[in-house]
C-alpha cells in the first residue's frame, strides 16, 4: 500500500485564488486593498527568504504588502514603536513580526503590542484565548494549513483520535484546539511523554511538530491513519558535495508512505499553505475591521 500524497503546494494556489477573489471585492467595496506590513529585525538569511515571500504573495493576491527591514541593532523601544505606528494606520489591516527576533528584544513584550484585530499570525494572548473558548478569533497560520491538509485528506475528524507531537504556541496548542473544535480526540505529545511510538500508533489523524529530523519512523504510524509533517530542518548532505546540506521533515517519509493512508509531501505539504494562511488572515482582518 502506498499513502495519498496531500498536494500543498496546489492547495495552497487554491486558496491563494479565492483570497484573491476576495480581495478584489474588498477593493470594489472600499476603494483600497487590504494591507499586510510585515516587520524583519536584523538579517537572517531564513527569514529573509519568508518575508520576501509574503510580501511577494500578498501582491500577487492584489493585497497592499509592505516589508520594512529594520537592523539587527533595533532596540525593543524602536520596534514597539513601529508596531504603534502601525497599528494606528488604518491602511494597515494586519501586522507580522517575524521570529525569531535578535536578543535585545524580548518577542512576548512585541508580539503583545499587536492590535489584536490586526494580529494575521494569530499568537496574541486574546487570539490564543478567544480559539481556547472555541471563540472567533485570528488563528495561526501553520495550524490552519494542516487543517486545510486534513479536508484535502478526507479525513474524519469527529471522534478520530488525533496526536499533535509538539506543544509549541505557534504550531502545536493552537492545532490541538482547532482538532478539538471539530470533536477529534487530543492527544498532545512532546519532550516528557512516555513511549511516544505507542502513543503515536494509537493516531487516526497524526501531527508531527518538533523539529527533529525523521523522528517519527514508520513503526509510529497507525496503518492508514493522516500524518501531516510540519518540521523543517536541516541536515548536512555530504552526498551533494562538501558542506552542503538538505531539507528534512520530523517524519520518516519512504517508512511512513507504504504505512499511512494519506502524507503530506516534503517539501511542497505544510509550507505552502502557511503564507497562503496569511494571506487569508489578512483579508479576514481586514473584512472584520472595516465592517465593526
Ligand atoms: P518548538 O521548538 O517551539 O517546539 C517543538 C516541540 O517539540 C516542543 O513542544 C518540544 O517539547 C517537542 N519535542 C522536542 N523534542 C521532542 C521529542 N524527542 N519527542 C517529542 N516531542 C519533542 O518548534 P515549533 O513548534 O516552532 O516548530 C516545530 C517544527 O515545525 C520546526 O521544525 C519548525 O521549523 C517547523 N515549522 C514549520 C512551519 C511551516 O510553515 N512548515 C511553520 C512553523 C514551524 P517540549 O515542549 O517538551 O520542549
Redesign the pocket.
Known amino acids: 500500500m502506498s499513502a495519498k500524497i496531500l498536494d500543498g503546494k496546489k492547495l495552497a494556489e487554491e486558496v491563494r485564488a479565492e483570497v484573491k477573489k476576495g480581495v478584489d471585492a474588498f477593493v470594489a467595496r472600499h476603494g483600497r486593498a487590504p494591507g499586510l506590513s510585515v516587520l524583519l529585525v536584523g538579517e537572517d538569511p531564513a527569514s529573509q527568504v519568508y518575508t520576501r515571500n509574503k510580501e511577494k504573495m500578498a501582491k500577487e493576491v492584489s493585497m497592499n504588502g509592505a516589508l520594512y527591514r529594520l537592523p539587527l541593532e533595533t532596540t525593543e523601544a524602536e520596534l514597539l514603536s513601529w508596531i504603534d505606528k502601525l497599528n494606528r494606520d488604518d491602511a494597515v489591516d494586519g501586522i507580522l513580526v517575524q521570529l525569531p527576533l535578535p536578543k535585545q528584544i524580548d518577542s512576548e513584550k512585541v508580539l503583545d503590542a499587536i492590535d489584536p484585530k490586526k494580529d494575521v499570525d494569530g499568537f496574541h494572548p486574546v487570539n490564543a484565548g478567544l480559539l481556547s473558548s472555541g471563540r472567533a478569533s485570528l488563528t495561526p497560520?501553520?495550524p490552519r494549513?494542516c487543517m486545510k491538509l486534513l479536508e484535502l485528506a478526507g479525513a474524519k475528524l469527529e471522534g478520530a483520535r488525533a496526536v499533535v507531537?509538539?506543544?509549541?504556541n505557534?504550531?502545536?496548542k493552537p492545532l490541538a484546539q482547532l482538532l478539538l473544535a471539530k470533536n477529534a480526540t487530543v492527544t498532545i505529545?512532546?519532550?516528557?511523554?512516555k513511549d511516544?511510538a505507542a502513543v503515536c500508533r494509537e493516531a487516526d489523524i497524526l501531527i508531527a511538530?518538533?523539529?527533529?529530523a525523521e523522528?517519527i519512523r514508520g513503526d509510529f504510524v497507525k496503518p492508514g491513519a493522516t500524518v501531516i509533517d510540519?518540521?523543517?530542518?536541516r541536515i548536512d548532505a555530504p552526498e551533494l558535495g562538501a558542506g552542503k546540506t538538505r531539507l528534512v521533515c520530523?517524519v520518516a517519509y519512504a517508512e511512513a508512505l507504504t504505512v499511512a493512508g494519506a502524507i503530506t509531501p516534503v517539501p511542497g505539504?505544510?509550507?505552502p499553505?502557511?503564507i497562503a494562511c496569511l494571506l487569508e488572515n489578512t483579508l479576514i482582518a481586514a473584512t472584520a475591521r472595516t465592517s465593526q
Not at 507531537?165 to 509549541?168: E, L, T, Y
Not at 511538530?209 to 527533529?212: D, F, M, S, Y
Request: hydrophobic fraction near 40%; charge should be positive; charged fraction near 15%.
Open positions: 497560520c501553520t494549513g507531537v509538539g506543544r509549541s505557534i504550531v502545536g505529545a512532546h519532550s516528557r511523554t511516544l511538530a518538533v523539529g527533529k523522528m510540519v518540521g523543517i530542518n520530523d505539504g505544510v509550507g499553505l502557511t
